[in-house]
């Protein structure tokens, strides 16, 4: 089945060249041009991503986000002139779920796109569906995190960087290996992603088990538990 893309950009080029390199992947795309219109074109169609542009000539694309959080966790790609870290950071903080500044590579673009879409519905083939560690369950096919009982549902992201930490319980991975082996090369020096995935996290987390995600100054984060029990 293809993937409906809506596109909120008021640039008619950028527009043009979006929907023909995304139409030749067989993507449908459908566009917007203003906040307003983003909001009902989305609505209407509820497609599978946005690709959002950040200034519009109603407002800012940031209240798109936002409005869009308030009722879905389909992908969101920001795309702006604006390539200031803490810009990135805020929408990432946001909801949008990867930022792209322009002038951009539309090979790239596509590739990023075809990766949202990918780990939004990812297939998951673990080695054990359940994993054990200490007090938690992680259970990766239910993309939950069982701690004594309580059930702490998980997103995509959180849950790759779950089970990269508890394959090697109490040993650091890299902040760089971490973005490699969960957004893929692309993105290796994009710190801001992981610093953001564990906050998140931590949030969850922290109520049930306390300083489980354990973080440590240039060698990256673990799994504060001695070792794995056994299933």
């Not at 307003?36 to 986000?65: C, K, M, N, W």
């Not at 879409?117 to 096919?141: A, C, Q, S, W, Y």
């Not at 973080?215 to 504060?224: D, E, L, V």
Request: proline share 5%; net charge negative.
């Amino acid at each position: 089945m293809s993937h409906t893309i809506l596109i909120v950009e008021d640039d008619a080029n950028i527009r043009q060249m979006l929907s023909i390199a995304l139409g030749a992947e067989g993507y449908q795309c459908i566009d917007a041009t203003s906040v307003r219109e983003a909001l009902s074109t989305f609505s209407q169609y509820h497609p599978d991503l946005v690709i959002l542009d950040l200034g519009l000539p109603d407002g800012e694309g940031s209240e798109v986000l936002k409005r869009i959080r308030e009722t879905s966790r389909l992908p969101i790609l920001v795309l702006s002139a604006r390539d200031q870290e803490i810009d990135k950071v805020d929408l990432l903080s946001r909801g949008a779920n990867d930022y792209v500044s322009k002038p951009f590579g539309i090979r790239e673009l596509v590739i990023r796109v075809k990766v949202l879409l990918r780990d939004f519905n990812p297939v998951v083939e673990p080695t054990m569906p359940t994993r054990k560690i200490g007090k938690i369950e992680l259970d990766i096919t239910e993309r939950r995190l069982r701690i004594e009982g309580e059930s702490i549902v998980l997103a995509p992201k959180e849950v790759q960087l779950l089970d990269e930490l508890t394959k090697h319980p109490g040993a650091f991975i890299s902040q760089k290996e971490l973005l490699r082996r969960i957004w893929g090369l692309h993105h290796s020096e994009d710190t801001h992603y992981i610093r953001i995935l564990v906050r998140q996290l931590r949030k969850k987390i922290d109520p049930f088990e306390k300083d489980l995600i354990e973080t440590m100054p240039k060698q990256g984060y673990r799994i504060a538990v001695d070792k794995p029990e056994a299933n």
